[in-house]
């Protein structure tokens, strides 16, 4: 595998703006992992992209994205 390749075992994001910094985190290897084990790969986008990746990563995984709005009135009185 090369460098920054192999599973993702963290992320942690940044607000840029107009642009978001995505931190990867992956290993090569199996656990128990040291910190030299850790690779980490920088990835700048837009926030459109951004938004692409996720809807992306929900459709794949066959997830529903969050809603925007909390619950209705009427879903909360019939406790949905």
Do not use: C
Not at 7 to 15: E, H, K, P
Not at 27 to 50: I, S
Not at 54 to 61: D, E, H, I, S
């Amino acid at each position: 595998m090369e460098r920054g390749s192999g599973a993702l075992v963290g992320w942690t994001s940044q607000d840029l703006g107009p642009r978001l910094a995505l931190k990867l985190e992956t290993v090569q290897k199996p656990p128990p992992h040291t910190p030299d084990d850790v690779h980490t790969q920088l990835v700048l986008m837009d926030k459109n992209q951004a938004v692409q990746l996720a809807n992306y990563l929900f459709r794949v995984t066959g997830q529903t994205p969050p809603s925007r709005r909390g619950r209705s009135l009427f879903d909360r009185i019939i406790g949905r």
